[in-house]
């Protein structure tokens, strides 16, 4: 029995459900119930309750479906993939700087770990960022944490003062304004549309710094039909496969997240077949962290 089959099958017997994040192999994209961004995943991971979900992602991205699904046995069918600049900010050092700044308001990206997001007020995504920032009152003090370009680029757009965690994802933070000029020449009718994780130099060169859903809803929505993605290239799938009469080029040099590519068909079917590996967290620690969670889920 061939592969698909096989994970066919498990997923009906065990009632699971397979999330998938746009940045993940087009194959494994494929086997997904449901392929979405950061944010549509743990709004989907919050309604669906299955009893089991298999997580085609990054470990934040499985530990906040479990954290708003305890109910549920969460699985990681990689479990070395991580997502560097989550590590970037350690809740030693987080809560170092909460107590040396009791009045600030700290806002972590939901691209942090479990014992980070129990720590902050609240969480934002690369979808909500404004939104988020928008509802704390002007004159707070505001830590914004772990991605210094997310929070600059949303600063900026806000005109909001914030003090910036020095993180930053290597993947994206590689994009050089060179590069996004380069191809701006060899297609002059393309749309850019880079992620707010770049660099602000290269965010100011593009047409939208959108999240993963977004880009996907503003090619939907767009009259034009070339585009330039600067983001993780695995988007390029679900583009392609929603627009086939459009035109998709990736940025290159290519962006690629190697975590992500982690998730293989082989490694989705293990998980289903062994349960393996687990998300298991303190009771506490998800109580905690789903606080800040909720608050963002809430506005
Ligand atoms: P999105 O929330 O836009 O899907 O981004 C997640 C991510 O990890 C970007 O690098
Ligand atoms: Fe983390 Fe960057 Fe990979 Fe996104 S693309 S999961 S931020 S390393």
């Not at 994206?172 to 602000?200: G, S, T």
Request: include cysteine; charge should be neutral.
């Amino acid at each position: 029995m061939d592969i698909i089959t096989r994970i066919k099958e498990l997923k009906a017997s065990n009632n699971a459900v397979i999330l998938a994040h746009n940045y993940v192999t087009p194959d494994v994209q494929d086997i997904a119930d449901f392929v979405g961004d950061s944010l549509a995943l743990s709004i989907k991971a919050k309604e669906i309750q299955a009893p089991l979900i298999v997580f085609c992602g990054v470990r934040f991205m499985a530990e906040t479906a479990k954290i708003l699904s305890p109910n549920s046995e969460v699985l990681l069918p990689a479990p070395d993939a991580g997502c560097p600049m989550a590590d970037m900010a350690t809740p030693e050092e987080v809560a170092k700087y909460r107590q040396a700044h009791p009045n600030a308001v700290l806002v972590a990206y939901v691209n942090s770990t479990a014992a980070v997001k129990a720590l902050v007020d609240i969480c934002c995504t690369s979808a909500n960022a404004d939104k988020v920032l928008k509802s704390l009152p002007p004159e707070k003090e505001v830590l914004f944490l772990p991605d210094r370009n997310l929070g600059t680029n949303t600063a900026k757009k806000l005109s909001r003062e914030m003090t910036l965690w020095p993180g930053f994802c290597p993947v994206h933070n590689r994009i050089q304004p060179e590069d996004v000029m380069r191809i701006r020449k060899q297609y002059p009718k393309a749309k850019l549309l880079v992620h707010p994780e770049c660099q602000q130099e290269v965010v100011a060169l593009a047409d939208a710094a959108l999240s993963t859903g977004g880009m996907i809803s503003y090619v939907a929505k767009s009259d034009c039909d070339e585009f330039i993605i600067g983001t993780e290239h695995g988007i390029l799938h679900q583009l392609r496969k929603a627009n086939p009469t459009k035109t998709f080029h990736p940025l290159e040099p290519l962006t690629t997240c190697t975590d992500m590519k982690k998730i293989t068909l082989e490694k989705v079917l293990n998980a289903l077949e062994k349960h393996e590996e687990k998300i298991e967290l303190p009771v506490e620690l998800m109580d905690k962290a789903r606080k800040p969670i909720e608050r963002m889920l809430a506005l």
